[in-house]
């Protein structure tokens, strides 16, 4: 992964081992608590997650278990 890149909802989904469904969840601001939320950024229509946010969101979720 490219430090820079960015990262489609399928992308992440895979990379979680998630659904594309339960990535949508996890960014909208309502019913998921702020901390639960994947950062991403919204162009327009398009959410896309910067590779380097997902990186650290995963390692401070590590980090609290």
């Known amino acids: 992964m490219d430090r820079d890149e960015l ?13 594309r469904s ?24 398009y959410v896309r997650f910067d590779a380097r946010a997902i990186r650290e969101f995963l390692e401070q979720k590590c980090r609290l278990m």
């Open 7 to 19: 990262l489609t909802v399928e992308e992440v989904a895979q990379l979680l081992g998630v659904s």
């Open 22 to 45: 339960w990535i949508y969840e996890h960014t909208r601001s309502r019913g998921t608590p702020r901390s639960e939320r994947l950062p991403h950024i919204k162009l327009g229509k």
